[in-house]
Nanobody, 120 residues
Framework: QVQLVESGGGLVQPGGSLRLSCAAS????????MGWYRQAPGKQRELVAA???????NYADSVKGRFTISRDNAKNTVYLQMNSLKPEDTAVYYC??????????????WGQGTQVTVSS
């Protein structure tokens, strides 16, 4: 079993910054991609940013230039640095990890979510 624990959410004013963290623990051999998703009220969950084990990244167009994803493979932890936050960034942010089990098999796990609210 694998657990993902997120932290770092909260209330911030427009233009402010937050840093989210997500630590994976449990029966982990290795982790392929890790990512951050978000879901605003009444909307579908969407990909915000993802990073491979080798460090390749991709971002949603709406956050390019403002958010930065990074990871520490030794700690099985992924981070999301969010700068120049806008009210439309308000959502519950979820961490996702694709955990490898060998022989080409992997399973995806989700964190419990952390609320980010951007408001004056």
């Amino acid at each position: 079993q694998v657990q993902l624990v997120e932290s770092g959410g909260g209330l911030v004013q427009p233009g402010g910054s937050l840093r989210l963290s997500c630590a994976a623990s449990g029966s982990i051999f290795s982790i392929n991609a890790m990512g951050w998703y978000r879901q605003a009220p009444g909307k579908q969950r969407e990909l915000v940013a993802a990073i491979t084990s080798g460090g390749s990244t991709n971002y949603a167009d709406s956050v390019k230039g403002r958010f930065t994803i990074s990871r520490d493979n030794a700690k099985n932890t992924v981070y999301l640095q969010m700068n120049s936050l806008k009210p439309e960034d308000t959502a519950v942010y979820y961490c996702n990890a694709d955990v490898a089990y060998g022989l080409g098999l992997s399973l995806g796990y989700w964190g419990q979510g952390t609320q980010v609210t951007v408001s004056s």
